[in-house]
T-cell receptor, first 111, second 116 residues
Framework: KQEVTQIPAALSVPEGENLVLNCSFTDSAIYNLQWFRQDPGKGLTSLLLIQSSQREQTSGRLNASLDKSSGRSTLYIAASQPGDSATYLCAVMDSSYKLIFGSGTRLLVRP | AAGVIQSPRHLIKEKRETATLKCYPIPRHDTVYWYQQGPGQDPQFLISFYEKMQSDKGSIPDRFSAQQFSDYHSELNMSSLELGDSALYFC???????????????FGPGTRLTVT
């Protein structure tokens, strides 16, 4: 059974810092991996999608990497801003096309 | 660009009542997924449909049923509601039948169900 783990569960950093969020999964047989952002009580905003054949994707200040063989992904956020404060969720698409989510990392960027 | 539409956005029901949540996928998307996110929890897969047939089933209670209609919209029917059913229910769609099975799922804004 696929399990997705995110570390750390919570993170508080001063504005301007670069930071890394970690995601690990137990079964490397995935189709893709997505990183989402979720504000409190709100919906899911897709940030980056990495296909299983890819190693990284970039969008603005965000960079996500994927090492499928070791079951790991990282989300790198450069020059963090208070507006980046949210919960970041990692999800993998399994062999039946459903997404399995991690428990998320709650990020607080302090002004 | 058109997005996934969910209705209603908010729903308040009492215990033992029934609720119906609707999802309208992005045009030309043939696959719909339902997820449940309880308070403080990560989203959990409930059920999916591909070309109007059930594709996969997760931890969906027997009190819940769902279907996908000829126009590809989907409805999640929930009966004998319990307090624990209070959650955010997301619908997502993807164009799996296009052959691009590796495409991302596009999420709707969710329906917040509160059971009192």
């Amino acid at each position: 059974k696929q399990e997705v783990t995110q570390i750390p569960a919570a993170l508080s950093v001063p504005e301007g810092e670069n930071l890394v969020l970690n995601c690990s999964f137990t079964d490397s047989a995935i189709y893709n991996l997505q990183w989402f952002r979720q504000d409190p009580g709100k919906g899911l905003t897709s940030l980056l999608l990495i296909q299983s054949s890819q190693r990284e994707q970039t969008s603005g200040r965000l960079n996500a990497s994927l090492d499928k063989s070791s079951g790991r992904s990282t989300l790198y956020i450069a020059a963090s801003q208070p507006g980046d404060s949210a919960t970041y969720l990692c999800a993998v698409m399994d062999s039946s096309y459903k997404l399995i989510f991690g428990s998320g990392t709650r990020l607080l960027v302090r002004p | 660009a058109a997005g996934v539409i969910q209705s209603p956005r908010h729903l308040i029901k009492e215990k033992r009542e029934t609720a119906t949540l609707k999802c309208y996928p992005i045009p030309r998307h043939d696959t719909v997924y339902w997820y449940q996110q309880g308070p403080g929890q990560d989203p959990q897969f409930l059920i999916s449909f591909y070309e109007k047939m059930q594709s996969d089933k997760g931890s969906i209670p027997d009190r819940f049923s769902a279907q996908q209609f000829s126009d590809y919209h989907s409805e999640l029917n929930m009966s004998s509601l319990e307090l624990g059913d209070s959650a955010l229910y997301f619908c997502a769609s993807s164009p799996r039948g296009s052959g691009r099975a590796l495409d991302e799922q596009y999420f709707g804004p969710g329906t917040r169900l509160t059971v009192t």
